[in-house]
């Protein structure tokens, strides 16, 4: 059973950082391209960056040189480091394999104040 646990959301200020996490288990990680999403509200969920099994990266042009996707084999974790957040970036944050899989985690809110 797939399970994706996303943490490290919260509150900033624009211009801010934050670093989220999502722990993956029940799909083979070391060869799965992973990503992350995001929905803000009205809005469909979409696709912010990816990171292939062999850490080869693509990213929204929304985040381009401000976001950057790792991940941790061992770990079986992928990262997303955000800098100079906009409050245009509010949203929850998903992570999934890349295509997304049926199976979602809770997300984790993201929240840039003006």
């Known amino acids: 059973q797939v399970q994706l646990v996303e943490s490290g959301g919260g509150l900033v200020q624009a211009g801010g950082s934050l670093r989220l996490s999502c722990a993956a288990s029940g799909i083979i990680f070391s060869i799965s391209a992973m990503a992350w999403y995001r929905q803000a509200p009205g809005k469909q969920r979409e696709l912010v960056a990816r990171i292939s099994s062999g850490g080869i990266t693509n990213y929204a042009g929304s985040v381009k040189g401000r976001f950057k996707i790792s991940r941790d084999n061992v770990k079986k974790t992928v990262y997303l480091q955000m800098n100079s957040l906009k409050p245009e970036d509010t949203a929850v944050y998903y992570c999934?394999?890349?295509?997304?899989?049926?199976?979602w985690g809770q997300g984790t809110q993201v929240t840039v104040s003006s």
């Open positions: 999934n394999d890349f295509p997304p899989g049926s199976s």
